[in-house]
Nanobody, 125 residues
């Protein structure tokens, strides 16, 4: 039984930082492509970042501000978010894909097998 449980969301002022965590059980994060998505109010869920065998990749809108990482010993995925802006306000979800080595559409939700319940991030201006 796989579970992904996110935490670390909250309310922060623009320019501030938050660190999200996603604790995995039932799978090893070092053998899965682990990603973060987000869904802003009234918008579609969108890809944010992924970490897989070739390393991390971040979407342009967060590149240089957000950093995805994982701790294999703790079986946990992280997203360090710095220089937050109001446009970062969203529910953040972690997701896992069994496609660790093979190429796939990183941005596509259907490529991910497991999802967490999400954690809310609100950035005030």
């Amino acid at each position: 039984h796989v579970q992904l449980v996110e935490s670390g969301g909250g309310v922060v002022q623009a320019g501030g930082s938050l660190s999200l965590s996603c604790v995995a059980s039932g799978l090893n994060v070092n053998y899965y492509s682990m990603a973060w998505f987000r869904q802003a109010p009234w918008k579609e869920r969108e890809f944010v970042a992924v970490i897989r065998w070739v390393g991390p990749y971040h979407v342009d809108s967060v590149n240089g501000r957000f950093t995805i990482s994982r701790d294999d010993a703790k079986n946990t995925l992280y997203l360090q978010m710095n220089s937050l802006i109001p446009e970062d306000t969203a529910v953040y979800y972690c997701a896992a894909s069994h496609k660790f080595y093979e190429d796939y559409d990183l941005y596509a939700e259907y490529e991910y097998d497991y999802w967490g319940q999400g954690t809310q991030v609100a950035v005030s201006s």
